[in-house]
């Protein structure tokens, strides 16, 4: 059965760095992409980054682009996305997701995503 586990969220402040992780069972990242996405209140759930089974190729949004890094560990089945220069804009419930394809969908948009983790709060306050 598919998991999904978010972890690593926390309090940050302005211009720091944080690295949520999302640990993976039921299916190998050698198979699925993963991507991330984030919910602030009141918005939409949007997306971040994604990152390929086959060759671990990545894809952002134009919003974290130069500031967030996506990453894998196909050993201990886990995606982790490195955040640096946070913001104001970035607070949110931080999630990953997969829809069981190889490659990453283009735009990274969660409505291509069946399998969701309970999501990671991300705070940033001074």
């Known amino acids: 059965q598919v998991h999904l586990v978010e972890s690593g969220g926390g309090l940050v402040q302005p211009g720091g760095s944080l690295r949520v992780s999302c640990t993976l069972s039921?299916?190998?990242?050698?198979?699925?992409?993963v991507g991330w996405f984030r919910q602030a209140p009141g918005k939409g759930r949007e997306g971040l980054s994604c990152i390929s089974a086959s060759d671990g190729s990545a894809g952002y949004a134009d919003s974290v682009r130069r500031r967030f890094t996506i990453s894998r560990d196909t050993t201990n089945n886990s995606v982790h996305l490195q955040m640096n220069s946070l913001n104001p804009e970035d607070p949110a419930v931080y999630y990953c997701?997969?829809?069981?394809?190889?490659?990453?969908?283009?735009?990274?948009?969660?409505?291509?995503?069946?399998?969701w983790g309970q999501g990671t709060q991300v705070t940033v306050s001074s």
């Open positions: 997701a997969t829809d069981l394809k190889s490659s990453c969908r283009r735009p990274i948009a969660a409505a291509f995503y069946d399998y």
């Open positions: 039921g299916f190998s990242l050698d198979s699925y992409a």
